[in-house]
């Protein structure tokens, strides 16, 4: 099982509707967790880090869910400038693993 | 200058030259890192160093030697590489510490031929 996993997608959504998406992590020791963004030929960017007790940020909402292993993401109203790839990131013991990243496509 | 930069961009070098990347970081970090991404493949840590000690290597090829002189700069020395190693390389800086935000430099897109 690969230490951290994400749909590739792409999820095509149209402008204005919710989207969520998961990521699942193999090694229950991990500490903490983030979702990073990165547009196409672009560095990867913190989007925001997830808590425990889960957190919002505007339209976004992160979710950590410890006794299944997953973290998730939720945008809601979803915007055109929303299109990126969504990188899951689990920090294990001070090392920083990246999932693949889920691609979004916002359909005007 | 703010964040982090890399340099060149770009880069097109063939499997028996010498070349080196850069990165630098004016954000007063004390932790640099290497990153490999490639097509279809999540962002691969390569090196990591902590207050210019080197404390990660993942099982890199010795053929990518990364320096680091201080705390704000960094260096991917690249020599007999094969076509493989064709990716984008990228460079992040952080505060030491899994939880703290790392910061990405722009990359550079190497093509081995």
């Known amino acids: 099982r690969k230490e951290v996993e994400q749909d590739p997608g792409p999820f095509n959504v149209p402008e204005g509707a919710t989207v969520a998406f998961n990521c699942t992590y193999s090694?229950?020791?991990?500490?903490?967790f983030f979702w990073y963004r990165q547009d196409c030929r672009k560095e990867p960017k913190l989007l925001m880090s997830?808590?425990?007790s889960g957190n919002e940020d505007g339209r976004f909402t992160a979710q950590l869910n410890r006794a299944s292993q997953y973290i998730s993401l939720l945008i809601r109203d979803s915007k055109l400038s929303d299109s990126a790839t969504y990188l899951c990131v689990v920090n294990i013991n001070d090392k920083i693993i990246f999932g693949k990243g889920t691609r979004l496509h916002i359909l005007p | 200058e703010t964040g982090v930069t890399q340099t060149p961009r770009h880069l097109v070098m063939g499997m028996t030259n010498k070349k080196s990347l850069k990165c630098e970081q004016h954000?007063?970090?004390?932790?640099m890192y290497w990153y490999k991404q490639s097509a279809k493949k999540p962002l691969e840590l390569m090196f990591v160093?902590?207050?210019?000690?080197?404390?990660e290597n993942n099982s890199v090829p010795s053929r990518f030697s990364p320096e680091c002189p201080n705390s704000s700069h960094l260096f991917l020395h690249l020599h007999t590489l094969q076509p493989e190693d064709s990716a984008l390389y990228l460079c992040?800086?952080?505060?030491?510490?899994?939880?703290?935000?790392?910061?990405f430099g722009p990359g550079t897109r190497l093509t081995v031929l």
């Open positions: 997830v808590y425990s």
């Open positions: 090694n229950s020791a991990s500490q903490s």
């Open positions: 992040a800086s952080s505060s030491w510490g899994g939880d703290n935000e790392q910061f």
């Open positions: 954000l007063g970090h004390n932790a």
């Open positions: 160093y902590n207050f210019k000690e080197q404390t």
